[in-house]
């Protein structure tokens, strides 16, 4: 089979046309016969062929002319035409040839000569593009090497290729062919079958191995004996064409133009197709770079958009987190404002009462100062008088306590006593510790820390608060200072509560998370101390046995630097 090559014959003769067909489509190719070339023009323009074999008698249109009209079309001008004819003359042939044919052969030439020929324009036509040297200009003149080993009839051929405008070089071997094939590229190489060494026939053979290496050469076998088997065995070895040297001047030269004419017209198709393939991958380059382009624009957009988002919702979430930490301390505060007023109350309440009794008593004396009650009196006002002092006194200490917290609680980086701290808290927490809960207090002898004031002192408001509160009955509240691991300065609070059961232990330190009733507890207090301890590069650990209590351990480094 051929590929399903498809072959279309121009003949108006019936039976020939038939005849052809047959030979043909036994060889494997599929046929299309036209009786003229109007027929033949409007069944190109239905389904291009891989081949035309054309009569050169037609009716009406000549087959010299539809030559030349399938070639002047830039989308038939690469399809090989084999031309027919019953006028064996010369005159005739190099007609042929000249009006655009590829070849040439009489239609009494015996089948196998015919077919050798179609396959070889069918070799020709599907011959490797990528091998056509495209950066050739078009018009040039064609590379010729003869190969004779007859000085005269080299000398005699050049001097007529010369005339044709070829550049000529000769060799007397095939050996030294292919060496200025290797060395030299060429258009077109014309051989003699017979030669001493290595003859036309090994020459093409080897010659046809080395094609793929590079551009395509067409090559003209000659002989001085014309004969069926000696063009058999020239087109199978790989020549393009078969001319006997009888063969005069005029139709020689008519056959290298009609096989140069080939080869340039494919040189320049693959040219048109590289342009074309070139302009084509331009336009897709363009496109792609205009959809990059937009891709880009719109993935920037998208972008700045995102970013304008993330900033939004980090403004929010920063006046999130400012309303949470101001949330947590009015709640500190809440629970701070609570404690001065019940410590301050008690003592102004007995205050209040002994000034009015100590009033009293003094009308009494003053209206009747020779009463026997008058010693009495003046011994209960004195007593009274000394418990008011006792609990102005008490005023007074919550007050410098009071201010003492108040300096703590400034943002600037400074030394505190932390035991001032600890006591400040224990202080207003003493309305919830009363009469329930033990204090013990156990203090290192350095307890001067370096650190920001006020978030520390935030942090042992919640901590202790927290161990307060987990103390619904009476138990012990321990609170110890000293040296903890890594020179860290540390501050321990245990309690003696109902501890915290393992699975939330995990979530101790998430804000929100509490385990207080709804309404007691904003679940910010630990999660707010751990980020303020994180800020002083420090820890917070937790020991906690449920039913045994739990216990909080603040490290801070002593060399932190603010």
């Known amino acids: 089979m051929n590929g399903g090559k498809l072959i279309l014959v121009v003949e108006d003769s019936a039976t020939q046309a038939l005849r052809l067909q047959h030979v043909l489509e036994s060889e494997g190719f599929e046929t299309i016969c036209s009786y003229s070339a109007e027929e033949a023009l409007e069944e190109i323009n239905r389904r291009l062929p891989d081949l035309l074999i054309v009569d050169y008698h037609l009716p009406g249109i000549q087959g010299d002319e539809l030559c030349r009209q399938v070639h002047m079309d830039l ?23 000249e009006s655009g044919a590829d070849d040439f052969v009489s239609k009494s030439e015996d089948s196998e000569i015919l077919l050798l020929r179609v396959h070889n324009l069918l070799r020709k036509s599907t011959r490797d593009a990528s091998m056509l040297d495209v950066a050739r200009s078009l018009f040039r003149r064609a590379r010729v090497l003869v190969i004779d080993d007859s000085a005269t009839y080299r000398e005699s051929l050049a001097e007529e290729l010369r005339e044709e405008g070829c550049e000529v070089t000769q060799v007397a071997s095939g050996i030294d062919g292919l060496q200025r094939l290797a060395e030299t590229e060429y258009d077109c190489v014309m051989v003699d079958m017979v030669m001493p060494g290595m003859d036309g026939i090994l020459f093409c053979k080897e010659l046809a191995s080395r094609r793929s290496e590079g551009a395509p050469i067409v090559v003209l076998m000659l002989s001085a004996y014309e004969s069926k088997e000696n063009v058999t065995r020239a087109l199978e070895a790989g020549a393009d064409d078969f001319v006997g040297k009888s063969t ?31 302009r084509e991958m331009e336009t897709l380059r363009a496109k792609a770079e205009k959809e990059a382009a937009e891709a880009r624009a719109g993935l920037a957009e998208g972008l700045e958009r995102a970013n304008r988002d993330l900033e939004e919702a980090n403004r929010k979430l920063r006046e999130t987190q400012v309303q949470l930490v101001q949330s947590e301390k009015m709640a500190s505060l809440g629970q701070l404002v609570a404690g001065i007023a019940h410590e301050i109350n008690n003592p102004l309440s007995f205050a209040l009462s002994n000034v009015f009794s100590v009033e009293k008593w003094l009308a009494e004396v003053r209206d009747d100062p020779a009463a026997p009650a008058v010693a009495g009196l003046l011994e209960k006002s004195r007593a009274r008088i000394a418990d008011t002092g006792q ?32 006591e400040s808290v224990l202080l207003f927490l003493r309305h919830k510790t009363a009469d329930r809960i033990e204090v013990v207090r156990d203090y290192a002898a350095d307890n001067q820390l370096a650190c920001y004031a006020g978030q520390l002192n935030q942090v ?35 309690d003696t509560g109902c501890g915290i059961p393992p699975e939330h232990l995990e979530h101790i330190f998430d804000p929100f998370f509490t385990t207080k009733d709804v309404g007691k507890g904003t679940g910010l207090g630990l999660a707010i101390s751990y980020k303020i301890v994180q800020a002083h590069q420090g820890r917070i650990e937790i020991d906690s046995t449920v039913g045994g209590g739990t216990e909080v351990r603040v490290l801070i480094p002593r060399n932190l630097k603010g």
């Open 75 to 97: 989308t038939t001008r690469s399809i090989p035409i084999l031309m027919l004819t019953a006028d064996e003359t010369q005159a005739t042939e190099l007609h042929g040839l």
């Open 248 to 278: 005069e001047m005029s139709v020689l030269r008519a056959r290298l133009r009609a096989l140069l004419r080939r080869k340039f017209l494919l040189e320049q198709n693959e040219r048109i197709f590289e342009e074309f393939r070139a």
């Open 391 to 422: 609990g102005l006194e008490r005023v007074r200490e919550l007050v410098v306590k009071l201010r003492t917290f108040s300096r703590l609680d400034e943002g600037e980086f400074k030394a505190i006593n932390v035991v001032e701290a600890v």
């Open 460 to 494: 042992i408001m919640n901590v202790v608060a927290n161990a307060v509160d987990a103390m619904p009955e009476p138990g012990t509240l321990t609170v110890r200072t000293g040296l903890g691991p890594d020179d860290t300065f540390l501050v321990a609070v245990r």
